[in-house]
T-cell receptor
Framework: GAVVSQHPSRVICKSGTSVKIECRSL??????MFWYRQFPKQSLMLMAT?????????EQGVEKDKFLINHASLTLSTLTVTSAHPEDSSFYIC???????????FGSGTQLSVL | AQKVTQAQTEISVVEKEDVTLDCVYE???????LFWYKQPPSGELVFLIR??????QNEISGRYSWNFQKSTSSFNFTITASQVVDSAVYFC??????????FGTGTRLKVLA
């Protein structure tokens, strides 16, 4: 399977700070990047979809100004949680997809804890 | 509307027992893909299988087997002779149309020694 690198794996931050999560596809070109959020004991919920070089499309209820997504290259996408609050504490998972999008690859996830 | 239902929230079995995880899906698309993923305590998602809507052939991979039945819109997953290492949350997922993936709520499997 494809190799996906997601960093950091765990981050603890103070309320009001911003946190950047990086996701790299190491052996294929990710034309599309999906970002998911998973609260404890719940399923993965799609937050946004981004195509390389384009603005991201956000799911209903997800604030685009709070969750900034940059997908400037075919191998790197970042999710920045701006002015994080305790309710943003969650497990964030990136998922780069190739052009046909028939198989998803997942990053190892980032556990964000906002104090 | 698309939907994936995993009615079993949590299952506990004793090691060496067989266990079946249920997945029922809804979609109006004729072309779609179904997936199973394993999420161990570490959190990382592990791909198990992908099946397209035109292939109803059941599949076996070691102790794992999958039963895809379009007539009942089900894609069930069976683990034979379960092991403690099988303990994890298992997600069923559906992808079609815009390739937006819909995940079920997951089934937490606990295999007791």
């Amino acid at each position: 399977g494809a190799v996906v690198s997601q960093h950091p794996s765990r981050v603890i931050c103070k309320s009001g700070t911003s946190v950047k999560i990086e996701c790299r596809s190491l052996d294929f070109q990710a034309t599309t990047m999906f970002w998911y959020r998973q609260f404890p004991k719940q399923s993965l919920m799609l937050m946004a979809t981004s195509n390389e070089g384009s603005k991201a499309t956000y799911e209903q209820g997800v604030e685009k100004d709070k969750f900034l997504i940059n997908h400037a290259s075919l191998t790197l996408s970042t999710l920045t949680v701006t002015s994080a609050h305790p309710e943003d504490s969650s497990f964030y998972i990136c998922s780069p997809a190739s052009a046909d999008k028939r198989e998803l690859f997942f990053g190892s996830g980032t556990q964000l804890s906002v104090l | 509307a698309q939907k994936v239902t995993q009615a079993q929230t949590e299952i506990s079995v004793v090691e060496k027992e067989d266990v079946t995880l249920d997945c029922v899906y809804e979609t109006r698309d004729t072309t779609y893909y179904l997936f199973w993923y394993k999420q161990p305590p570490s959190g990382e998602l592990v791909f198990l299988i992908r099946r397209n809507s035109f292939d109803e052939q059941n599949e076996i991979s070691g102790r794992y087997s999958w039963n895809f039945q379009k007539s009942t819109s089900s894609f069930n997953f069976t683990i034979t002779a379960s092991q403690v290492v099988d303990s994890a949350v298992y997600f069923c997922a559906l992808a079609s149309g815009t390739y937006k993936y819909i995940f079920g709520t997951g089934t937490r499997l606990k295999v007791l020694a």
